[in-house]
């Protein structure tokens, strides 16, 4: 090969790469920014109270963020510290569960020792269980909508309410998907969500998404108060 026509073919791809860069970086951006349509503000039910933080971490594509969010139970909203420090509080039991604990049905006691919640698969639906653990009785059972996993289960201080964390995955077909997907890399957007159960009724309470198509994103909740 000819030097001139070395030198247009590097040059050729190194704007290709440029343009690629740029293009990935809009998308990250774009992804980053999913959270703030969202509506943050749902109708506080009496029943459950105290807040909850939600901790999710993105580091797959790009530097790592740290997301935080907060939910008022009492005020009925969902507020958002973006680029905060890690969790410093006392962690939850059960605050980030995988695939394996829900399949083990790893229980997850409450403070007060006579409750135990524990979370199960069965032909990739998820569901959630609540027993007695002096009696042995299943005492509630919830099943996460079709699609979703259940990726932490945490109490409330006074062992009444359980706190579960949904996840959806959806792959990232867009333009920025697809160059990360044909280097080998590619982007699974997470839709994160809570529902708050009574541990003993049949009473629950859905609440907003806290962050859509979070690009690789992990979860945790606590039960700060």
């Known amino acids: 090969m000819s030097r001139p026509n070395a030198k247009s073919l590097i040059l050729g791809m190194s704007s290709l790469v440029i343009i690629c860069f740029s293009i990935w970086t809009f998308g990250m951006r774009q992804l980053s920014s999913s959270t703030s349509k969202l509506d943050t503000r749902f109708v506080p039910d009496a029943a459950f109270r105290g807040r909850i933080v939600a901790t999710i971490i993105e580091r797959r594509t790009g530097p790592e963020r740290n997301l935080e969010f907060l939910i008022d139970l009492d005020g009925g909203e969902i507020s958002t510290s973006p680029n905060a ?3 410093s509080g006392s962690l ?26 524990y979370c199960m698969v069965k032909d990739s639906r998820y569901s959630v ?7 042995g009785v299943q005492a509630r059972e919830w099943s996460a909508s079709k699609g979703w996993r259940v ?33 080998g890399h ?5 839709t994160f969500e ?17 962050r859509e198509d979070s690009p690789s994103g992990w979860a945790r909740l606590d039960w700060i108060q």
């Open 92 to 117: 939850s039991p059960g605050g980030n569960l995988d695939y394996r604990d829900c399949a083990r049905a790893v229980e997850i006691r409450a403070p007060g020792d006579e409750l135990a919640a």
């Open 151 to 183: 990726s932490g289960l945490i109490w409330s201080a006074d062992s009444k309410s359980i706190a579960v964390l949904s996840a959806k995955e959806r792959m990232d077909f867009g333009l920025v998907g697809l160059l990360s997907a044909a280097s």
């Open 194 to 210: 809570v529902t708050l159960l009574c541990a003993q009724t049949g009473h629950e309470l859905k609440l907003p998404v806290i």
């Open 129 to 135: 269980g609540v027993r007695n653990l002096k009696s």
């Open 85 to 87: 420090q890690p969790f």
């Open 186 to 190: 590619p982007i699974p957007l997470i």
